[in-house]
Nanobody, 122 residues
Framework: QVQLVESGGGLVQAGGSLRLSCAAS????????MGWYRQAPGKQRELVAT???????NYADSVKGRFTITRDNAKNTLHLQMNSLKPEDTAVYYC????????????????WGQGTQVTVSS
């Protein structure tokens, strides 16, 4: 059973920082693309930052220069350092990964974490 578990959300004042983490666990053969998405109340889920399967990074325009995505392949973890937070960054942040499990090595499945709340007060 493969799982993604996020941590690190919370309440912070505008201008502050938070660091989100995502840990993938279970019978994992390999992890391809990984990334962070967010969903604010009444809005659709949107991409925040991702690592492609080739290792390059993509950021939403709204977070460029403020957020940094990093990945530890040895530990199957993903992080998002969020600086200069704004009230409009308030959302539930989700970790996402394309994972090949040991049980089904020919199949790539997309997994989501349960989400972690980030609230930025003005």
């Amino acid at each position: 059973q493969v799982q993604l578990v996020e941590s690190g959300g919370g309440l912070v004042q505008a201008g502050g920082s938070l660091r989100l983490s995502c840990a993938a666990s279970g019978s994992i053969f390999s992890i391809n693309a990984m990334g962070w998405y967010r969903q604010a109340p009444g809005k659709q889920r949107e991409l925040v930052a991702t690592f492609t399967s080739g290792g390059s990074t993509n950021y939403a325009d709204s977070v460029k220069g403020r957020f940094t995505i990093t990945r530890d392949n040895a530990k199957n973890t993903l992080h998002l350092q969020m600086n200069s937070l704004k009230p409009e960054d308030t959302a539930v942040y989700y970790c996402n990964a394309n994972i090949i499990s040991v049980a089904t090595p020919r199949v790539t499945r997309r997994y989501w974490g349960q989400g972690t709340q980030v609230t930025v007060s003005s």
